[in-house]
């Protein structure tokens, strides 16, 4: 098998299918050199050198200041896992790895593979959380603390890809005017709304840390004039209003099912009569199917945050417990396993 864990021939496949091959053992020994790698490319700059033309090991290690036997497993370990190509002694960014990983690129995802270099020193406390229960909290942080910057630009390197799909997707009432935008961070959705609709104007609210990079990032991209962040903690700060729409993303796994009513109550007495709020999530398989990649999410929810990940069932409950009607599920089709849930207030 490849460090990919996929298998390479039709005889790898029956062994895995028969129980002939330990893969167990392959996820231990291979996940942790997958996801190290993967980083130790992209903090040690060598995904944007390799952006700028092709090198040899020799060369990057000279520019890079690494060993030349470092340099060469580490380029050679990124060519099995497809991030790189290697053709003779020469090493270039393979074409599904120029997508992601050059800087250049629309898609550039590498601020979030840096920030999950942080993970490593959460994942090493999972056996004491599995026990006791008590999670660590990543939104502690002081407003000025760097982890910030890494933390929401890389949560906007990811809404990039799927906010226009998003943005088509969300019905709001005829010429919305306002929108507010719950633990928004780094206000993108809210953004490519207000291009979808002329006449909007969004508030994004969250806590100083995130919302600070926030402001910076819609200053970067011309939207100031249009999105506005403004400080807060979601589950006590004034929401004003009345908007036409309200929306929480990528949030509810952070909280209890309880906070997560009162959350969408106080959403639904900041809309206007008609008003629309969207919820948008990875959520769980129904409960006669297999676990898949949610799971292992909400295992690493409940390590960061002490909560999970969450059933279509539930949200659905919570929506109708919070008063809302005419639940609308959009499944999202750049973001595999994650939908949209769409309900209106009554009027």
């Not at 929401?152 to 019905?171: H, M, T």
């Not at 999970?308 to 609308?328: I, P």
């Amino acid at each position: 098998m490849r460090p990919g864990l996929q298998p390479d021939s039709a005889l790898d496949r029956v062994a895995i299918r028969l129980n002939l091959a330990p893969v167990a053992a392959g996820h231990a020994m291979f996940g942790m050199p997958m996801a190290r790698v993967t980083i130790a490319g992209q903090r040690l700059g060598v995904f944007a050198r390799l952006a700028r033309g092709s090198a040899t090991a020799q060369e990057l290690a000279g520019e890079l200041g690494l060993s030349a036997d470092g340099a060469m497993l580490l380029l050679d370990s990124l060519a099995a896992l497809e991030h790189v190509d290697k053709r003779g002694a020469e090493y270039s960014l393979s074409r599904t790895g120029r997508k992601w990983l050059d800087p250049a690129s629309d898609d550039y995802v590498g601020t979030y593979i840096d920030h999950s270099y942080d993970y490593w020193s959460w994942w090493d406390r999972l056996e004491d959380i599995v026990r006791t229960g008590e999670g660590i909290e990543i939104h502690d942080f002081p407003a000025d603390h760097p982890h910030w910057d890494k933390y929401i630009r890389g949560q906007f390197e990811l809404a990039r890809i799927s906010s226009p799909e998003v943005a088509k997707a969300l019905r709001l009432p005829d010429r919305p005017e306002s929108l507010l935008d719950v633990a928004g961070g780094h206000g993108w959705y809210s953004a490519e709304l207000c291009r979808r609709h002329p006449t909007l104007h969004a508030t994004v609210l969250d806590l100083p840390g995130s919302a600070a990079v926030g402001r910076r990032i819609i200053a970067e991209q011309g939207m100031s004039e249009r999105v506005r962040h403004i400080d807060g903690d979601m589950m006590s700060a004034d929401f004003g209003g009345p908007h036409d729409g309200a929306m929480c993303f990528n949030i509810v796994h952070h909280l209890p099912p309880e906070q997560n009513v009162a959350l969408l109550r106080r959403m639904h007495d900041a809309l206007k009569p008609g008003g629309t709020v969207a919820v948008l999530d990875l959520w769980l398989p129904e409960d006669d199917r297999r676990p898949d990649a949610a799971a292992l999410l909400g295992l690493f929810f409940f390590l960061t945050s002490g909560a999970a990940t969450y059933s279509e069932r539930d949200v659905r409950g919570w929506l109708a417990e919070a008063g809302f009607e005419r639940v609308r599920r959009v499944g999202i089709r750049r973001l595999p396993g994650q939908a949209l849930f769409e309900a209106r207030k009554a009027g």
